[in-house]
């Protein structure tokens, strides 16, 4: 699993290859939207707008994702980690 987390600079693409994947947008702890990549779903990929709240989470042993973000890589370019209160 890949906490949520957000990243303040850059858009941010998901492309399932392999398996299945779960995609959670998140604003202010709140769900936005909850995807399930998978070739099965027909869903294959996922756009992420920089500023967004999200996390991923492998449903499937030997999942595999492509990911994709603008210009270069920087290490580390995540402003936080959100923490979300379970009911």
Do not use: A
């Amino acid at each position: 699993m890949v906490p949520i987390h957000k990243h303040p600079t850059k858009d941010e693409s998901f492309v399932i290859l392999r398996g299945k994947v779960r995609v959670t947008t998140h604003n202010d702890g709140s769900v936005i939207e909850d995807v399930v990549l998978s070739q099965e779903s027909g869903n294959y990929g996922v756009d992420i707008p920089k500023n967004v709240w999200h996390k991923l989470e492998s449903l499937e042993s030997g999942s595999v994702i492509f990911e994709c973000k603008e210009g270069t890589f920087v290490e580390h370019e995540v402003e936080g980690i959100l923490e979300v209160k379970s009911e």
